[in-house]
Nanobody, 120 residues
Framework: QVQLVESGGGLVQAGGSLRLSCAASKSSFTDINTMGWSRQASGKQRELVARISSIGITDYADSVKARFTISRDNAKDTVFLQMNSLKLEDTAVYYC?????????????WGQGTQVTVSP
């Protein structure tokens, strides 16, 4: 079992920056593999924003490349999303997720979400 807790969301003006954090709580028998962030804007489907493998290989949605940076601290089971040059269309609920293996196969886990609102 893995629990993910996000923090760092809020209200920011267009062009500003925010940094999201997501800390995972798990047993010592669980290995966390890929971690990432997805978002869901009002009335739209959830979309992948960025993800990072356990060895640091990253993948970004085209809409956030060169503006967002994902990173992780494996020692603390924490993933970060640095968001710069924020646009109105970045407004959404941001969800942290992780793929973890407790010895019984890999499962997906999701956080509760944190609201990011970009104002004009």
């Amino acid at each position: 079992q893995v629990q993910l807790v996000e923090s760092g969301g809020g209200l920011v003006q267009a062009g500003g920056s925010l940094r999201l954090s997501c800390a995972a709580s798990k047993s010592s028998f669980t290995d966390i593999n890929t971690m990432g962030w997805s978002r869901q804007a009002s009335g739209k489907q959830r979309e992948l924003v960025a993800r990072i493998s356990s060895i640091g290989i990253t993948d970004y949605a085209d809409s956030v490349k060169a503006r967002f940076t994902i990173s992780r601290d494996n020692a603390k089971d924490t993933v970060f999303l640095q968001m710069n040059s924020l646009k109105l269309e970045d407004t959404a609920v941001y969800y942290c997720h992780a793929v973890a293996d407790s010895g019984f196969g890999q499962y997906d886990y999701w956080g509760q979400g944190t609201q990011v609102t970009v104002s004009p």
